[in-house]
């Protein structure tokens, strides 16, 4: 995979982190997320994942009123319990529409993300397929707020976001059903015409155990993933 502006993008966003004195300020004011944006890069694991903190790529182009779907895969390690500590998935996109400076909803295309917790991939597949009205799409819930949210996060063309967890109890839905991250695309009517039939993006997914660096989640997601190729060439 080659690298390109949208790519480098996602990358700094999803590895961004809130200095905790800049956290304080947005727990008690969430418009200090203006000043601070998505925080100060984490170069740690930026340039190559790390045994506990993993950095998913993807690529793709969309067509308008499309969806594109991306299973995550959750590893064991990453649900397991014992003492409390801190995990997280982040998920950043970017690319980059033809944008009019005279109006206020300025870009053309427009693409987001939503993750969504599913028994399987059909049921994903439905759920967002029949939402074909903006209303029914905007009322799809998320298995969990992120730290910035839907609507926020959905205004720019470089989108990021993280969902944080403490613990996982026996009828957690990561321990008991499958995740999926959705990107679609729906133009606004104004910008049809002005658009590409397939819109290029950038996607990166990142599973981080914080504070277990031994956590084998580069192991455990690389065989899961060896696994589902194998499943396909057998198919």
Same mark, same amino acid.
């Given at each position: 995979?080659?690298i390109n @502006?949208?790519?480098l993008?996602?990358l700094?966003?999803?590895?961004?982190? /809130?200095?905790e004195?800049s956290?304080?300020?947005?727990?008690?004011?969430?418009?200090f997320?203006?000043?601070?944006g998505?925080?100060? /890069? *984490?170069?740690? @694991?930026?340039?190559? =994942?790390?045994k506990?903190? %993993?950095t998913?790529? &993807? *690529?793709g182009?969309?067509?308008n009123?499309?969806?594109?779907f991306y299973e995550?895969p959750?590893?064991?390690?990453f !649900? =397991?319990?014992?003492?409390?500590?801190?995990r997280?998935? @982040? %998920?950043?996109?970017?690319?980059t529409?033809v /944008?009019?400076s005279?109006?206020i909803?300025?870009? &053309? =295309?427009r693409?987001?993300?939503?993750l969504?917790a599913a028994? *399987?991939?059909?049921?994903?597949? !439905?759920?967002?397929?029949?939402?074909?009205?903006?209303?029914?799409?905007e009322?799809?819930?998320?298995?969990?707020k992120?730290?910035?949210?839907? !609507?926020v996060? =959905?205004?720019? $063309?470089v989108q990021?976001?993280?969902?944080?967890f403490r613990s996982?109890d026996?009828?957690s839905?990561?321990?008991n059903?499958?995740?999926f991250? %959705?990107v $679609?695309?729906?133009d606004?009517p104004?910008?049809?015409?002005l658009?590409?039939?397939e819109e290029?993006y950038?996607? %990166?997914?990142?599973?981080?155990?914080?504070?277990?660096?031994?956590?084998?989640?580069y !192991?455990q997601?690389?065989n899961?993933?060896?696994?589902?190729?194998?499943a396909?060439?057998?198919r």
């Open positions: 995979m080659g @502006a949208n790519l993008r996602v700094l966003c999803a590895h961004a982190v /809130v200095p004195a956290q304080k300020f947005i727990n008690r004011d969430k418009n997320r203006k000043s601070c998505y925080g100060r /890069v *984490d170069e740690s @694991a930026l340039r190559r =994942s790390l506990n903190a %993993v998913l790529i &993807a *690529d182009s969309i067509g009123k499309r969806h594109h995550i959750i590893p064991d390690e !649900t =397991s319990g014992g003492k409390r500590r801190l997280e998935i @982040a %998920v950043a996109l970017a690319y529409p /944008v009019r005279t109006r909803k300025y870009r &053309a =295309s693409i987001d993300f939503r969504v028994p *399987d991939l059909k049921q994903v597949a !439905t759920m967002f397929n029949k939402a074909t009205e903006k209303d029914d799409y009322n799809i819930p998320e298995f969990k992120g730290l910035i949210g839907k !609507t996060r =959905s205004k720019g $063309t990021a976001d993280c969902w944080q996982f026996s009828r839905v990561l321990r059903g499958r995740l991250l %959705v $679609t695309r729906n606004f104004w910008g049809e015409s658009c590409k039939t290029s950038s996607l %990166v997914i990142c599973l981080r155990d914080r504070e277990n660096k031994e956590a084998p989640l !192991t997601i690389e899961r993933l060896r696994d589902r190729m194998r396909r060439f057998q």
